[in-house]
C-alpha cells in the first residue's frame, strides 16, 4: 500500500488519505457556460505530472500532492499556501 | 506400492519426526498411524498410500510431488475445510481426511473413464462445445456442476476467530533457506531489525534435505550454526509457519499465519523464495511413482519415508546424482542413471556411482513410464536414445522399477516480486526464468536468483543483506560482492519433453493438458504464450503453473516458431498461495456512532436502524414482530407529536462551528442564501448546491454572535462537508475558523402543542414565551444548570424547541425533560414518526428526495437562492439552468384511493406512456386520512389538482393528484405559535 | 478528583480517563495566549510538551493545541479555555467531544499493532510522541505520555465512538490478558 508523506503528519498508509482531485482554477462567475461545463464536467485525466488536493482524513488535513499518474511516483506533498506561493513565483505557469 | 507394508527408515532419518510419539488419524474412512512431525502425505506415504486426488479433467491418480506443498496435486478435503495441501498438513489425533473431485472412491474413480474420451475433448473445448444445437447448455450445466469445482464447502460451518496485526521491519526476509538465513544475518549485523519469514515450521529450506554435492553432515551442521546464530540475534524476529501471500506498493508484505493475517511495512525486502523443481514430460510421466529428487530428498531426510524399493533416476543436473546417492545410502537399488545430456553432468558423482555398481548413461532418456494397475503406481519405464538434436529415438528398453527419479531443473519462485513489478522473462544464460524489474528498496538472493552452488548461495544471500543496510543507510560503505553463479548454466536443461506419439505426455497435472494440446492451441490460431495459455488452460489450475508454465513456454515458442529467450508469461498475481476467506475477511472493524441517551432508548423499547455510521431509535414499539403492531406504535408516536409533546434524539445531525470576521462571508459563498444581514440570535435557512448547481446537503444555520455561527448539516453528509469547508477556505484563504462539533453537542428536538409548557417547567434563564422567543430564533442560556443553545425551526411543523447540550451533559437533560414532563405524558419519538411528521410538512431529504441533478427550482426552492450574491458555490450553473427549460418538478401528491395497492419509493411516473419521474417519498398521514408523498412529475404535471399515473409493483398504476405542500397546517400557523 | 496510582504491574492495562479535564485551542497566532500562561511549547506538530503547572499540552498542528490534566495529580481550574475570546483563538470542547482512555504496560504497543497502522513501538514513538491517525478505523488522536516510568499511551477519540472503540480495545487486549482497571 503506497505511503504518503503528508506534510502535517509524516508518512503513512495511503488507507488514511481521500483524493480531492486536481488542482484547477476555477472559472470567473460570468464566464460563459461552455467554459463552466468544461470545468464541471471534464477532467483532464492526464498520463504524467499532476497536482492533486488530497486530505488526511483523521486530522481534514488538506494538501496538494505532485505526483505521476504514469509511473505512480509522488514527486512532492506541500502545503496549499506553500504550493500556491510557489506557483506564484514561477508566474505564468497557465491553467493546464 | 499400496501394500500397507511400512516404508519407514530407522533413524538417523527423519529430522522433523518424533518416534515416542505415536499419533492416529484417518484417511478415505481407514485408519492409519503416523509420528508427531509427519505431515498427512507423509505418514500416508510410509503407510504406502501415495495416491492423495484425482487429476481435473481426466481423473488421473495423483500423488505429492515436490512435499512442500507447492502443487496441487495433494489437495484434500478435511473435515469443513476443502482444498487442505496434505503434504503442508501436520498431523494430530482425530484428523480424518478425504480425497477430493472423484466418483465413487478416490482409488476407484469411475470418472477415469473420462480419459477414454479424451479424443473428443481436446484442446478449446470449453470455448467450443456449448454453442450447438441451440439449447443444449442446460444439459451441460446440470451435468458440470456435480463435476467443477474441486471439495466441498458446508454453508452451516461455524465461523472462526480471525484476526489481523501491523508488522514494522527495517528488513523483511522472505524464506528461511541458505540464502535467507545468511542475509538476515548479514543485515541484522549491520543494526537493520530484520523480520524473517518462514513457510514451515522449520527454518533451513534446502540444507534440510539437500546434499550441494557434498556428504550430508556437513550440510547439516551448517545448517544448525546458521539457524542457531539467526535464533540468538535480538536483531531478528523469526514468523515461521507463515507465508507470505502478496507484495504490495512501497514494500507492503500480506503474511499468512494460522488464523491471523499480518501486514508487514518493510523498509527493505530481500526475496530469498528459492525455486520449484520442475517436471519431465514423456508418457504417463504423472503417475504416482515419479517423483522430482527434490520431493524424494524431502521424504527421506525429513520424513524417513523410503519412496520406493527400485529407482530410475532421469537427471540433467548433479541434483539427479546427489539423489541416487541419498537413495542408495537408505537402501532403495538403483537401477540406473539416465543422463538426458550429451555427456554426464558431474563426472565426479557418476564415478562414485558407477563404483558403487550403478549403471550410469548418458544421451538418453526415459520416453515412458509403464503403468501399474488402476494407474495407481509404475512397474517400469522405457529408455531410448536421443538424436544429436535432443529428440528420441530408435526401438526403447524397459528397466523395472517402482520409482522414477527426475531432475531437470527449476523455475524460480519470484511470483511475489511480479507482484509489484518484476516480471518473469525467459533466459537463455540459465534456460528458466529470471526475475526482472525488482521494485525499488528490494533483491533477490539464492536459487531464486539463479545460484545454486552452496557458496554462491550463500554470498548472494550475505551481499543482499549489505544492499540492504547501504540502502537504509546503517553502513553507507557496505559492498555487496557476490557474482553470478558460474554453474548455473548447467542445471537447467533447455527442453526436457519428450512427446509421445500415443499422447499422455503431460505439461500440465492440475488441467491434464499434454505436449498436443499445446501444438493443437498454436495451430488454432492461439500462437502467442499468452493466448495459448488462456485457450488451452495450462496454468491456470490450483498449482498456478510452478510446475508447468516454463515447459508450457518452451513448448509453445518451438511450435510457433518463436524466440524463447526474452519471452515472458502472463503476469503473477497476488495471492501467491490461497489464502482463506476467514484470514481476509475477519477482524474487519465497522465503527458505530451512539448518542449519549442511547442506553435510555434500549431501555425504553427502541429498535434501533442505521443512518450512516450512528444507530438512531427508529421507533420505540420495542421487538415486536407483527408489522402492524410496530405501524400502531409509530402512530401513536406522531399523534404525540401533533396533540401533547414528545422528544426526539437528533444528536445524529452534523455541527459545525464557523468563528471569525469573515464567518458570514463565508457562508454567503458556500451555501446559496444570504448570511450577512442575518441578525444575532436568528435561524435561517441553508442550502449547498455544488459547482453543477446541484443540492448537496442543507441545514440551519443558527447566528449566536457577530462572528460566530452554528451551522447544522444532514446527518450523513456532516463529514464530507465539513471537509469541503475545510477545501474552499484553504483556496479562499478568508479568516475563519471552522470546528467540526458533531459530538460535542447532542441534539433533542422537544415539540407539540405543550412543549412551551414543558420548558417552563424546567429553571431557565431563557424565556420561551412566544414574545421572547419567536419562532426562528436562536437563543443561549441555561437549563436546569447545563448550557444549551436553543433554536425553533421548523422541523416537524409544530410548536417546539430544539436544544443543543453538550455531549457530557445531554444524557442529564434529557432524563430531567423526561421526569418534568411525566405529567404530561411526555413520549420518546423515533425516526419512523420523524419522517412522517416532516413529510405532512413536505419538508425534503437531501439525497432522498433530492438526486445529484435536483436544482433548487426542481425542488421548489429558488427562495432560498439569492442571486445577487456575487459568489457562491453553484452560481453560473443556476443562473445557465434558468434560461433552459425545466425537465421535470418534485411536487406533493395524495393517492386518490388510501386502500389500493402503494408505490413505494422510486416507482415510476408516466405520463403519455414515457417516464418522467419518480416517486421520492410516501406516507399514511393518519392525521391527513390519506396517502401522501413527494413525486418528480413532469412541469406541466406540477399545477395542484393535476392527476397523473404512478406504476406500482406487478405492473400496476395507481392514480395520484398534485397537492400544495404543506400538507399539514398550510399556513404552517402551528409552528409559530 | 482523587489521586489514584496509574502505574501497575501489568504487562497492559486499560483505563478510562474520560472524566478528568483536558480542553482545546485553535488560533492562527497562539503566542499571546501560551505566553499569559507561562507555557513554553515547540513548533514542532504531533509532539507534547509537559508543563510547569503539570498540565500536558500536545500540538496537533500549527494553530491548535490540546491540552491534559495530570492523572496523577489533576489540579482543578488548571485547564480552562474560556479565557480563549481574550487572545483572538478559539475554545475547543475536547471534554464533550473526545473520549479519553490510557493504555499502559509493556504489550500496548503489540495491541496497537492489531488496530493501527501506525508504527507506535518504544524506540520509533518516544515520549510525548503525538500520532493523529485511524485506530480501528475511526480516527484518533495517540499521545505517549509514561507515567511513572510505565509505557503509556494516550487514546482519544470522537464521543460517539466510546463503545465501540471500548470493545475493539477488550477484543485485541485479550490475547495479551489485558486488564481493565477503574480510574
Not at chain 2, 484417511?27 to 498411524?33: C, M, V
Request: net charge negative; glycine share 10%; with cysteine.
Amino acid at each position: 500500500m503506497k505511503i504518503i508523506d503528508c506534510p502535517l503528519n509524516g508518512p503513512r498508509n495511503a488507507q488514511e488519505f481521500v483524493c480531492g482531485g486536481e488542482v484547477r482554477q476555477e472559472p470567473s462567475q460570468d464566464a460563459a457556460i461552455d467554459k463552466w461545463a468544461d470545468f464541471v464536467f471534464l477532467e483532464n485525466n492526464l498520463q504524467g505530472v499532476v497536482h492533486e488536493w488530497w486530505c488526511h482524513v483523521p486530522t481534514s488535513y488538506w494538501f496538494i500532492v505532485t505526483r505521476n499518474t504514469a509511473t505512480e511516483e509522488i514527486i512532492a506533498t506541500r502545503r496549499p499556501d506553500e504550493f500556491f506561493a510557489g506557483l506564484k513565483q514561477t508566474d505564468g505557469a497557465g491553467s493546464e | 506400492m499400496n501394500k500397507r507394508a511400512s516404508n519407514r527408515l530407522p533413524e538417523p532419518w527423519g529430522s522433523v519426526i518424533d518416534r515416542d510419539h505415536t499419533i492416529s488419524f484417518q484417511f478415505e474412512g481407514k485408519d492409519y498411524r503416523g509420528y508427531a512431525g509427519d505431515t498427512l502425505a507423509s505418514a500416508l506415504a510410509a503407510s504406502g498410500q501415495w495416491l492423495l486426488s484425482r487429476s481435473f479433467k481426466y481423473h488421473r491418480p495423483r500423488a505429492a510431488l515436490t512435499f512442500a506443498g507447492l502443487e496441487a496435486n495433494s489437495y484434500v478435503q478435511v473435515g469443513d475445510r476443502p482444498n487442505v495441501l496434505a503434504d503442508l498438513l501436520p498431523i494430530a489425533d482425530g484428523l480424518s481426511a478425504v480425497g477430493q473431485n472423484y466418483l465413487g472412491s478416490l482409488n476407484r474413480d469411475y470418472a477415469i473413464h473420462a480419459g477414454r474420451l479424451a479424443r473428443f475433448l481436446p484442446v478449446g473445448f470449453y470455448y467450443r462445445a456449448f454453442f450447438r444445437p441451440q439449447g443444449i447448455w442446460p444439459l451441460w450445466e446440470r451435468f458440470f456442476r456435480r463435476a467443477a469445482g474441486l471439495g466441498k464447502i458446508n454453508p452451516n460451518a461455524d465461523p472462526g476467530y480471525f484476526d489481523k496485526q501491523y508488522l514494522f521491519a527495517d528488513v523483511a526476509v522472505i524464506g528461511g533457506g541458505p540464502a535467507g538465513l545468511s542475509a538476515a544475518l548479514s543485515a541484522a549485523g549491520a543494526g537493520a531489525g530484520v523480520v524473517l519469514i518462514e513457510e514451515a515450521a522449520m527454518l533451513g529450506g534446502a540444507l534440510n534435505y539437500a546434499r550441494f554435492q557434498r556428504e550430508r553432515s556437513e550440510i547439516q551442521s551448517l545448517r544448525d550454526d546458521l539457524v542457531a546464530r539467526v535464533q540468538a540475534n535480538d536483531n531478528i524476529r523469526i514468523l515461521a509457519g507463515a507465508t507470505c501471500t502478496g507484495w504490495f506498493t512501497d514494500n507492503w508484505l500480506a503474511i499468512g499465519r494460522s488464523n491471523r493475517l499480518y501486514k508487514l511495512r518493510a523498509k527493505y525486502v530481500i526475496a530469498c523464495t528459492g525455486s520449484v523443481e520442475q517436471t519431465m514430460v514423456f508418457r504417463n510421466n504423472d503417475l504416482p511413482g515419479v517423483l522430482p529428487a527434490s520431493g524424494v530428498q524431502r521424504l527421506l531426510r525429513l520424513y524417513a519415508v523410503r519412496p520406493g524399493k527400485q529407482a530410475v533416476v532421469a537427471t540433467a543436473n548433479a541434483e539427479g546424482y546427489d539423489a541416487a546417492l541419498d537413495l542408495l545410502a537408505a537402501g532403495v537399488s538403483v537401477q540406473a542413471v539416465i543422463d538426458i545430456n550429451r555427456s554426464v553432468a558431474n563426472p565426479q558423482l557418476a564415478e562414485r556411482l558407477s563404483a558403487m555398481g550403478v549403471a550410469v548413461h548418458h544421451s538418453c532418456t526415459v520416453s515412458e513410464a509403464i503403468p501399474g494397475a488402476g494407474l495407481r503406481s509404475i512397474t517400469g519405464v522405457v529408455v531410448n536414445q536421443l538424436t544429436e538434436s535432443g529428440e528420441v529415438t530408435g526401438d526403447g528398453r524397459k528397466i523395472d522399477c517402482d520409482l522414477l527419479v527426475t531432475s531437470v531443473g527449476y523455475a524460480p519462485l519470484g511470483q511475489l516480486v511480479c507482484h509489484c513489478g518484476g516480471e518473469f522473462i525467459y533466459d537463455d544464460d540459465v534456460n528458466s526464468f529470471s526475475v526482472r524489474n525488482c521494485p525499488p528498496d528490494s533483491t533477490l538472493a539464492g536459487s531464486v536468483n539463479h545460484r545454486y552452488a552452496l557458496e554462491a548461495v550463500l554470498a548472494d544471500g550475505r551481499s543482499a543483506g549489505l544492499d540492504a543496510a547501504r540502502a537504509l543507510g546503517l553502513d553507507p560503505a557496505a559492498a555487496a560482492d557476490a557474482g553470478p553463479d558460474p554453474g548455473a548454466a548447467g542445471i537447467n536443461h533447455p527442453y526436457p519433453i519428450f512427446p509421445h506419439r500415443k499422447g499422455k505426455d503431460f505439461v500440465d497435472f492440475d488441467e491434464d493438458q499434454t505436449v498436443a494440446d499445446l501444438q493443437n492451441a498454436v495451430a488454432d490460431g492461439f500462437a502467442h504464450a499468452e493466448l495459448a495459455k488462456r485457450y488451452s488452460t495450462v496454468g491456470m489450475g490450483p498449482s498456478q503453473g510452478r510446475l508447468s508454465s516454463l515447459n508450457a513456454l518452451r513448448i509453445v515458442q518451438r511450435y510457433n516458431g518463436g524466440i524463447l529467450a526474452g519471452a515472458s508469461v502472463t503476469t503473477q498475481r497476488p495471492p501467491f498461495k490461497p489464502v482463506s476467506f476467514g484470514v481476509l475477511a475477519g477482524r474487519s472493524f465497522e465503527p458505530e456512532r451512539l448518542t449519549p441517551m442511547h442506553e435510555w432508548h434500549a431501555d425504553h423499547g427502541a429498535v434501533f436502524m442505521p443512518a450512516g455510521m450512528w444507530q438512531r431509535a427508529a421507533h420505540y414499539a420495542g421487538a415486536k414482530d407483527q408489522a402492524a403492531a410496530v405501524a400502531e406504535k409509530i402512530a401513536e408516536e406522531v399523534a404525540t407529536i401533533r396533540g401533547n409533546v414528545g422528544v426526539i434524539d437528533v444528536s445524529p445531525l452534523g455541527g459545525i462551528e464557523i468563528r471569525g470576521p469573515d464567518a458570514a462571508e463565508f457562508l454567503n459563498r458556500m451555501y446559496t442564501f444570504a448570511y450577512q444581514k442575518q441578525p444575532v440570535a436568528r435561524c435561517r435557512y441553508l442550502l449547498m448546491t455544488d459547482d453543477a448547481g446541484g443540492i448537496i446537503d442543507d441545514g440551519v444555520a443558527c447566528r449566536l454572535g457577530d462572528e460566530h455561527f452554528y451551522v447544522t448539516t444532514t446527518t450523513t453528509g456532516s463529514d464530507a462537508v465539513f471537509r469541503n469547508m475545510l477545501r474552499r477556505n484553504a483556496e479562499w484563504g478568508l479568516e475563519i475558523d471552522v470546528l467540526n462539533v458533531s459530538s460535542t453537542y447532542a441534539g433533542m428536538n422537544i415539540a407539540g402543542p405543550n412543549s412551551r409548557q414543558l420548558m417552563e417547567q424546567m429553571e431557565s434563564d431563557i424565556d420561551f414565551s412566544k414574545d421572547a422567543f419567536p419562532y426562528l430564533a436562536a437563543l443561549q442560556g441555561m437549563v436546569n444548570g447545563i448550557p444549551v443553545i436553543a433554536m425553533r425551526v421548523g422541523f416537524v411543523g409544530e410548536l417546539g424547541y430544539e436544544l443543543h447540550v453538550p455531549w457530557s451533559n445531554a444524557l442529564t437533560l434529557w432524563e430531567q425533560l423526561f421526569a418534568a414532563g411525566a405529567g404530561f405524558d411526555i413520549r420518546p419519538v423515533g425516526v419512523e414518526a420523524q419522517r412522517i411528521l416532516r413529510l405532512e410538512k413536505g419538508h425534503i431529504i437531501i439525497g432522498q428526495d433530492t438526486d445529484e441533478l435536483t436544482m433548487p427550482r426542481d425542488a421548489a426552492l429558488d427562495w432560498a437562492v439569492a442571486t445577487a450574491k456575487p459568489y457562491f458555490v453553484g452560481k453560473p450553473a443556476i443562473g445557465f439552468s434558468r434560461t433552459r427549460r425545466q425537465s421535470r418538478q418534485l411536487v406533493g401528491f395524495r393517492l386518490l384511493n388510501s386502500n389500493g395497492p402503494l408505490p413505494e419509493e422510486s416507482h415510476l411516473v408516466i405520463h403519455d406512456d414515457a417516464i418522467v419521474g419518480r416517486v421520492t417519498s410516501v406516507a399514511r398521514s393518519a392525521e391527513l386520512g390519506q396517502v401522501i408523498g413527494l413525486a418528480y412529475v413532469a412541469p406541466e404535471q406540477a399545477r395542484p389538482g393535476t392527476i397523473f399515473r404512478i406504476k406500482v409493483d406487478k405492473g400496476l398504476e395507481v392514480a395520484a393528484q398534485t397537492v400544495q405542500t404543506p400538507f399539514y397546517d398550510p399556513e404552517n400557523l402551528r409552528q409559530a405559535l | 478528583m482523587h489521586r489514584s496510582s496509574m502505574a501497575t504491574d501489568s504487562a497492559l492495562s486499560l483505563i478510562d480517563l474520560s472524566a478528568l479535564p483536558r480542553a482545546g485551542i485553535k488560533g492562527k497566532d497562539l503566542s499571546p495566549w501560551i505566553d499569559a500562561k507561562g507555557y513554553e511549547i515547540g513548533i514542532t506538530a504531533n509532539r507534547a510538551y509537559p508543563q510547569h503547572d503539570g498540565v500536558l499540552v500536545a500540538r496537533l498542528s500549527p494553530a491548535e493545541l490540546m491540552l491534559f490534566s495530570n492523572p496523577l495529580d489533576p489540579a482543578p481550574g488548571a485547564i480552562t479555555n474560556s479565557f480563549a475570546q481574550t487572545y483572538k483563538c478559539y475554545a475547543v470542547r475536547r471534554q464533550d467531544s473526545h473520549y479519553w482512555f490510557a493504555l499502559t504496560g509493556a504489550c500496548s504497543p503489540a495491541m496497537f499493532a492489531k488496530l493501527c497502522g501506525v508504527d507506535l513501538s518504544p524506540d520509533n514513538f518516544t515520549d510525548h510522541a503525538v500520532a493523529q491517525t485511524s485506530v480501528a478505523r475511526a480516527s484518533a488522536v495517540i499521545v505517549r505520555h509514561d507515567l511513572n516510568g510505565t509505557l503509556c499511551y494516550y487514546l482519544l477519540g470522537d464521543s460517539s465512538t466510546i463503545r465501540y472503540m471500548w470493545t475493539c480495545l477488550i477484543d485485541a487486549m485479550n490475547e495479551f490478558d489485558g486488564q481493565v482497571v477503574a480510574f
